[in-house]
């Protein structure tokens, strides 16, 4: 890279880049490559690149033709591109590396210098962000063009009879909620993506949340002809964390239980509260879950497939939201099921790290 102090000064200064560089003479040559490249490239520590043909660690040929391009007096002086490194489907993620090349200048005979960086992680959550729009507006189709559909109705002049007009003005009540669940489910979802979200440090009595939520869901269980217990410990503790997001995974969880459980079945609730964690179980004997969809339950947007559950409405966000609001909490959610015996979703917060650290 050049001797003296200002050669060694570039020297440390590259050795120091995250981003891996590479400096090319004109025969195609390396004559410097930083350690960062090795990584990048799949080179151990051993393995020198110095005084090896670029042609021999890389095989891309429009990289390749680049920096010869750039290596030379009436070549192209500089280019962008991108590189996949990896095969899909090899056991690990395919790594996509930004990399430019460009001419050194003022040197004879002349070189090029490659910098490449490792943009996989950028690059899935832009794809992430694609799919999560894409899904999101197929979720948000359907009740806008039920409201959209019977609002038609209601305003075409005696189109519809008395009781048909009742039942179009149940069903734009009905989507217009399901569509608040949703924009209000993507909202929590994008709030807590983008990394700035801290929790409030509520002190929660959760002897009076699970009296909330006893009362909330009871008229949903009878309803349906569903036996819904909560089996408590005699004194509940005081726990630290954000009140409305714990309430919010709990209402997940415990609204899909009954969603997916058929009349005469039962949902059952149970506390675990422990010096060390707060655990709550909500066990159903619903339609159970197959093993192969188990592990996936948790990615946002996903059913089951399942017609049983195609039946249902819902949006494939509650139990991924449930999970991040419970990992905010430093906890997480296992689930275990059975396909016709049932499932059961466990919620466990730790506590004594929460107090360690209050």
């Known amino acids: 890279v050049g001797g003296g102090r200002e050669g060694r000064l570039a020297a440390g200064a590259c050795r120091a880049m995250p981003q891996g560089v590479l400096v090319v003479d004109h025969e195609g040559a390396v004559a410097y490559a930083n350690p960062a490249v090795r990584g990048l490239l799949g080179l151990s520590p051993s393995d020198a690149p110095e005084g090896r043909a670029l042609r021999e660690l890389i095989d891309d040929e429009e990289l390749l033709n680049a920096a010869k391009s750039a290596a030379s007096r009436s070549g192209r002086a500089s280019a962008s591109l991108e590189l996949q490194r990896g095969e899909p489907g090899s056991g690990g993620t395919r790594a996509v590396l930004r990399v430019g090349v460009r001419r050194v200048p003022k040197t004879e005979p002349p070189m090029a210098v490659i910098v490449a960086e490792d943009i996989t992680q950028q690059r899935t959550a832009q794809e992430a962000r694609e799919v999560f729009v894409s899904q999101a507006a197929h979720e948000l189709r359907t009740p806008l063009t039920n409201i ?176 991040e609001v419970v990992r905010l909490h430093g906890g997480d959610i296992m689930a275990e099921s059975e396909p016709g015996v049932g499932s059961t979703f466990t919620l466990t917060i730790p506590l004594l790290a929460s107090r360690a650290a209050a």
């Not at 159970?288 to 339950?297: F, H, M, S, T």
């Open 148 to 323: 959209r559909l019977y609002a038609e109705g209601l305003l075409e002049e005696g189109a519809l009879e008395a009781a048909e007009r009742e039942r179009a003005a149940n069903v734009i009540t009905s989507e217009s909620r399901r569509l608040e669940r949703i924009v209000n489910d993507m909202l929590s979802v994008s709030e807590m993506d983008s990394g700035s979200y801290v929790l409030r440090q509520d002190e929660i009595r959760t002897d009076q949340l699970f009296q909330s939520l006893e009362e909330e869901f009871a008229a949903q269980a009878k309803d349906r002809g569903i036996t819904l217990a909560f089996d408590l410990p005699p004194k509940m503790p005081v726990i630290p964390g954000e009140r409305d997001k714990l309430v919010l995974a709990l209402h997940n969880l415990i609204g899909n239980a009954l969603k997916y459980t058929p009349a005469g079945g039962t949902v059952t609730i149970t506390v675990d509260a422990q010096p060390s964690h707060f655990s709550v179980a909500v066990a159903d004997t619903g339609i159970g879950i197959p093993e192969a969809d188990l592990n996936r339950v948790f990615e946002r947007f996903f059913r089951v497939n399942d017609e049983r559950v195609a039946a249902v409405t819902g949006t494939g966000l509650g139990l991924a939201l449930a999970r």
